[in-house]
Every structure is written in C-alpha cells, then in structure tokens.
C-alpha cells in the first residue's frame, strides 16, 4: 500500500521568512496531493492540493509542487506569519491506494 | 464549519466498555472517512464508506466497527476498550470516493480510564 514520509518533523522560522516541508509517496499510481494544516486542538483543514497533471500550484503566500517521477512534493510558504505557526500535513491518494494516507505531520513554529 | 457534525464532542469511559461515535458528512456528499489521532501523532486511517459500502480499510482493530447508514450518516463503534485506544477521532466526508478534498469535522475526543 502506500506510504508518505514527511520532513522535517519540527520546523522553526523567523517571522517573514521562507518555510518548506517535504513529503516523498511509494506509489506511483498515487494523482491526488492535499495538504492539510491543523491547529492545537483543532481539525485538519485542506489549504492547498495539486493533482498529478499539474507540476506546481500556487495561492497567495502558498505553492506547492509536484515531481513524479522522484515521487516527492513540497509546501512552500512565502513571507511566513505567526498564523502560520500548526502542524502541517502532506496526504497522497490515487487508484492504486483507493485511501488518503497522510504523512506523520510538520510542527512549524514562526518566531516573531 | 466544514458542515461535518461528529457527536459526542468528548466522551470517558472505563477500561473494557463500548463506544459509538457518531458522524453526519456534509451535504452531498457520499463518502465518509475514520481517522484515529493519538496524542502528537499523525492521522491513521481506519475505514471509508461511500455511499453505503466499505470502500477501503486500513488499520482498523477487530475490536472496532463502522457502517454507514442509508441517510449517509456512520458510526464508529468501538468496544473492549483499551487505555491505548485514548486519542482523537475524526470523521471526514468528500464527494467522491477518491481523489476529492476531505472536509473534517471537529472530532470526538475519546478518553479510556
């Protein structure tokens, strides 16, 4: 079945700058990849998602992109707020996986 | 609000008891997910219902079951409680059964004494 690694586990940025979370998948007949971001004590809510046609999508301050014949996406969030600061997680999903399997989740942290 | 209603919010109960969560997806659509959160951990999928059927299942214990009911509403039953089976649990629902954005609700946050 499928598999997502996800990294960096935790990572911390200054206020303004870049931040980037990777995530690599097993199977390559995977096509769907959300991502998902949670708050402490809240539910995952989907900011962004690109389907295996599409190389990068971007909206606003987020983007993502796609390589498939690496099998590995990214999350890149551009001038970085301190509402910013959640867990992210990557997912991938497609015929083959028939389920949304997430990656273990990216603790990010925006210091002021 | 993602228009996904899990009751109860919170529930305790003791060691070897049963549970039953309760979900209602959004409207329109057909199909709901399982997922089991523990205390900093990732989110484990454990079952998916589209519009009545089991579609996927992943690594959902015996001890545990789901249907999902002809107005499209599940449950997640979960008996012979364990200290271990303590985490969060989330319902989700999509459109579609595959490759659709899921919608979670606020999930039911179990607690085994």
């Known amino acids: 079945g499928e598999n997502v690694e996800q990294h960096p586990s935790t990572l911390s940025v200054q206020e303004g700058d870049s931040a980037v979370i990777k995530c690599t998948y097993s199977?390559?007949?995977?096509?769907?990849f959300p991502w998902y971001k949670q708050e402490l004590g809240k539910r995952p809510q989907l900011i962004i998602d690109?389907?295996?046609?599409?190389g990068e999508k971007k909206d606003q301050r987020i983007a993502v992109t796609l390589n498939k014949t690496a099998k590995h996406f990214s999350l890149h969030i551009t001038e970085t707020q301190p509402e910013d600061s959640a867990v992210y997680f990557c997912a991938a999903s497609g015929q083959g996986a028939q389920k949304l399997v997430f990656g273990q989740g990216t603790r990010l942290t925006i210091n002021p | 609000d993602s228009g996904v209603t899990q009751t109860p919010k919170h529930l305790i109960t003791a060691t070897g008891q049963r549970v039953t969560l309760r979900c209602s997806p959004r409207?329109?659509?057909?199909?709901v997910y399982w997922y089991q959160q523990s205390l900093d951990q990732g989110l484990q999928f454990l079952i998916q219902?589209?519009?009545?059927?089991?579609?996927a299942k992943g690594n959902i214990l015996e001890r545990f079951s789901a249907q999902q009911f002809p107005d499209l509403h599940s449950e997640l039953n979960l008996s012979s409680l364990e200290l271990g089976d303590s985490a969060l649990y989330f319902c989700?629902?999509?459109?579609?059964?595959?490759?659709?954005?899921?919608?979670f609700g606020n999930g039911t946050r179990l607690t085994v004494t």
């Open positions: 690109i389907r295996s046609n599409v």
């Open positions: 989700a629902s999509s459109v579609d059964s595959i490759n659709s954005p899921l919608h």
């Open positions: 199977d390559s007949a995977s096509n769907y």
């Open positions: 219902y589209y519009n009545g059927e089991e579609r």
């Open positions: 409207s329109g659509d057909l199909s």
